[in-house]
Nanobody, 122 residues
Framework: VQLQASGGGLVQDGGSLRLSCAVS????????MAWFRQGQGKEREFVAA????????HYAASVEGRFVISRDDTGNTVSLQMSSLEPEDTAIYYC????????????????WGQGTLVTVSS
């Protein structure tokens, strides 16, 4: 499966942004789809995951209640709706796919998109 992330940009503190991950070579419903992010000088960290079957979701504590991960009806796009953004959310955001549920480490994900930069200004 191939993944391509888009939608990043510059937004003010408290603003919103929607990221998209285009899925090809397979359908997102066959995988656990996730978003990770990596700030400058930091480790890549888990943000959110969406289970292929059943649609269960899991979020990092730092984004719970502010971010929502979802899939469109075709299964070809997975989105991350980000609200109440903070400067600390500034990072490159990556979409990823795995066969395993409830994994929050990057090494558990086999497929990665190229990343999209989100910058939140204070």
């Amino acid at each position: 499966v191939q993944l391509q992330a888009s939608g990043g940009g510059l937004v003010q503190d408290g603003g919103s942004l929607r990221l998209s991950c285009a899925v090809s070579g397979g359908t997102s419903s066959s995988y656990v789809m996730a978003w990770f992010r990596q700030g400058q000088g930091k480790e890549r960290e888990f943000v959110a995951a969406l289970r292929g079957s059943g649609g269960s979701t899991h979020y990092a504590a730092s984004v719970e209640g502010r971010f929502v991960i979802s899939r469109d009806d075709t299964g070809n796009t997975v989105s991350l709706q980000m609200s109440s953004l903070e400067p600390e959310d500034t990072a490159i955001y990556y979409c990823a796919a795995s066969r395993a549920w409830l994994r929050t480490t990057a090494s558990a994900y086999n497929y990665w998109g190229q990343g999209t930069l989100v910058t939140v200004s204070s």
